[in-house]
């Protein structure tokens, strides 16, 4: 229905949505897992795509030149939580897992994957007594993420107070590993430089 379709407030906006109505079939959607197909929730390992989601991108899928989720949780612990695998009409789902280290094809279903960076196991080993050298906060905790490791914040008495005081000290431990620290919502990630979204995203639309 057409007083379905959201209103585009700047030129791009248009001019996208005008050309993804116009050929479809050559569209590519891109979606993010955590807070688009998921809610955000306190605990990560709690996190399942929205009910109706699955559904809706089975149904656009067949219309459009591909569906790609995009997110930096491995490819296939997105796939188990999304509930991606063997779903009639998302055979051609791709999902580019780790900030694109890692690809899940729905055709093969299997998991492709580049060499893991060594600064991870390093900051992996590390990582415990060097919160506790930094006191720091009950509830603060650390998610391991297979080719990135993250530190939460958001369970903390202070969950602010304890991001704030953490991202200097955990930024200087990264870089001495060769990682990059990337903040997000009261959680800070330490992981190889290179891996992002965007350019997982525009290296597969360039194959695409």
Request: net charge neutral.
């Amino acid at each position: 229905m057409v007083s379905s379709l959201p209103h585009p407030t700047t030129p791009a906006g248009r001019d996208g949505l005008a050309a993804l109505l116009a050929r479809p079939e050559q569209a590519v959607v891109a979606l993010d897992f955590d807070g688009t197909l998921a809610e955000i929730v306190p605990d990560p390992e709690q996190a399942r795509a929205h009910p109706g989601a699955v559904a809706a991108l089975a149904a656009l899928a067949p219309r459009i030149a591909s569906v790609v989720v995009v997110t930096g949780r491995p490819a296939g612990v997105a796939v188990r939580y999304g509930g991606f695998a063997g779903v009639p009409g998302l055979d051609r789902l791709v999902v580019l897992g780790h900030y694109g280290a890692e690809r899940w094809d729905a055709a093969t279903g299997t998991v492709t994957a580049a060499a893991p960076h060594p600064g991870v196991a390093a900051v992996r080993a590390e990582l415990p007594g060097f919160l506790d050298r930094h006191g720091a906060w009950p509830g603060v905790w650390i998610e391991e993420k297979g080719r990135a490791v993250a530190v939460h914040t958001r369970r903390a008495v202070d969950p602010e107070g304890a991001f704030e005081a953490l991202k200097g000290p955990l930024g200087d431990l990264a870089a001495r590993h060769g990682l990059v620290l990337e903040p997000g919502r009261m959680v800070l990630e330490l992981r190889p430089p290179g891996m992002d979204k965007g350019v997982a995203l525009a290296s597969y639309l360039r194959e695409t």
